[in-house]
């Protein structure tokens, strides 16, 4: 594994998914370790009454990149991947569902096109390529609806908005942040964030399935009205403030890239250290070769 590589930090957010996490992170990391893409698991107990928690504490036990966050009531989906930002250590985040709805290879497919240059990488469940099943009708008819509202307010072609599973430069996280949602409207608040402030995204075909174990914790009804707050607080910020916004990630982008070291000074560092390395081993033959 190249250590000069970005790490992956992949954020799991699970509330009693002692049925799926296991399998969720098994497959995770055979993928990693096949492409060699160094990563961690940030694993978020979001008040889990099963054996989820459990189970957890084994994989963590299993693998050195995995880590464990456990979350204190109320519980929340939003609350969940807020806690697993905040602990990830990753050049590049992607948060990925515990259901094993998400696949594996996709987030090397992410990663890879993250290294490609662009900020931030969002899957869609809905154009050419992509493979959606076991998805509720009705579920996915409202999904759409949202999407294509979505799409009109924000005059954007990315049609797959309040889907999670997306990958963000961990500089983005960092300019969007404090995050506000507790629920499942984290979705659009971490799309919307990114896309108004006019970060690099590319738009790529998933694949993804309906749990087979469990139950979601996605209720439609409760969300209407957080989906909309967040929407709306997204939208009136792109067309009243924008400028205060884009300042703003300009004065962040500036500040990761002072602090990341140009090509030169990383050369001329390593350059300095083999000097070092060699004048201490000259030292050595020298004391060695003057001893009785």
């Known amino acids: 594994m190249d250590n000069s590589q970005p790490v992956l930090s992949v954020v799991i957010p699970a509330h009693n998914e002692e049925g799926n996490i296991a399998a969720t992170v098994e497959a995770l990391v055979a993928v990693l370790r096949r492409e060699a893409i160094p990563y961690e698991l940030v694993l978020v107990d979001d008040n889990s009454t099963d054996g989820t928690g459990a189970m957890l504490e084994s994989l963590a036990a299993a693998d050195p990149g995995v880590v464990v966050v456990r979350r204190t009531p109320p519980r929340g989906f939003g609350r969940a991947i807020r806690a697993g930002l905040e602990r990830a250590r990753g050049d590049v985040l992607v948060i990925c569902m515990a259901d094993r709805s998400d696949d594996p290879e996709d987030v090397a497919a992410y ?40 799409q009109l ?3 954007t072609r990315y049609n797959d908005l309040t889907n999670s599973f997306k990958a963000y430069r961990a500089e983005v996280i960092r300019d969007i942040w404090p995050l506000k949602a507790c629920h499942f409207n984290i979705t659009i608040e971490l799309s919307l964030n990114a896309l108004i402030r006019g970060y690099n995204i590319a738009q790529i075909p998933i694949s993804w399935q309906g749990r087979t174990w469990g139950s979601s914790s996605l209720h439609l009804s409760e969300m209407g009205r957080r989906y909309l707050s967040t ?12 400028d205060d916004l884009l300042e703003e990630s300009a004065a ?39 001893r009785p």
Request: glycine share 8%; net charge positive; charged share 30%.
């Open 111 to 150: 990663y890879r096109k993250i290294g490609q240059g662009f900020d931030c990488v969002y899957g869609s469940r809905f154009i050419k390529g992509s493979r959606c099943s076991n998805y509720p009708r009705v579920k996915r008819i409202a999904n759409r609806i949202v999407n294509h509202m979505l």
């Open 153 to 155: 307010l924000f005059w």
């Open 231 to 242: 929407m709306l607080r997204a939208w009136f910020e792109k067309n009243l403030i924008l």
């Open 252 to 290: 962040c982008r500036a500040r990761v890239a002072a602090s990341r070291p140009s090509t030169e000074a990383r050369l001329a560092d390593v350059e300095r250290r083999l000097a070092a390395l060699e004048g201490r081993a000259d030292e050595e033959a020298k004391e060695r070769g003057g």
